[in-house]
C-alpha cells in the first residue's frame, strides 16, 4: 500500500527534523513537503478503503460460499446415512421375512411328508385288506376245487 509508504515518509521528515531546544522534544520540519506528503493521503486514502472495503466484501463472499458448500456436504452426507440406515432395516426386515418363509416352508414340508406317510400306510392298509380277502376267495375256491 502506497500510504504505508507515505506515513513512512512523513515519519522520517519528523526524525530527521531540527530539534528545537528546551521545547520538550518538539522539532522544525519542512512545512511544504509534508502538507504534500499529507494531502496524498488523503487522496489515496478513499481509494485504499474502497479497496480494503472490497477485499472485505470478497471475503465475506468467499466465506459464506464455503459456509453453503460446507452446509451441503453435512446435508447429502446425512442423507447417505439416513439412506443407508433405511438400506439396512430393509435388509434386516427381508432377512427376517425370508426366515419366517424358510421356517413355514421346513413345517409345510414336515407336514406334508407325515401326511403322505399316512396316506401311504392307509392305501397299502386297504391293499393288504384287499388282497387278504382275494386271498381268502382264492383259498375258498381251492376248497372246493379239492
Known amino acids: 500500500m502506497e500510504l504505508l509508504e507515505l506515513l513512512e515518509q512523513i515519519e522520517d521528515i519528523v526524525e530527521s527534523g531540527v530539534s528545537v531546544p528546551f521545547s520538550g522534544g518538539k522539532c522544525i520540519v519542512d512545512r511544504e513537503v509534508l502538507l504534500d506528503l499529507i494531502q496524498e493521503i488523503r487522496l489515496k486514502l478513499p481509494e485504499d478503503l ?18 453453503e458448500e460446507a452446509q451441503s456436504i453435512i446435508n447429502n452426507a446425512e442423507s447417505r446415512i439416513a439412506a443407508l ?38 392305501i397299502l392298509n386297504k391293499v393288504e385288506e384287499i388282497l387278504e380277502d382275494t386271498l381268502d376267495v382264492i383259498k375258498v375256491n381251492r376248497q372246493e376245487l379239492k
Open 85 to 122: 440406515v433405511d438400506e439396512n432395516e430393509i435388509t434386516k426386515k427381508a432377512y427376517e421375512q425370508a426366515e419366517i418363509i424358510i421356517a413355514n416352508a421346513k413345517k409345510n414340508a414336515r407336514e406334508i411328508r407325515l401326511g403322505t406317510r399316512e396316506y401311504a400306510d392307509s
Open 50 to 67: 474502497k479497496m480494503a472495503k472490497r477485499i472485505t466484501e470478497e471475503k465475506q463472499r468467499y466465506l459464506a460460499e464455503a459456509q
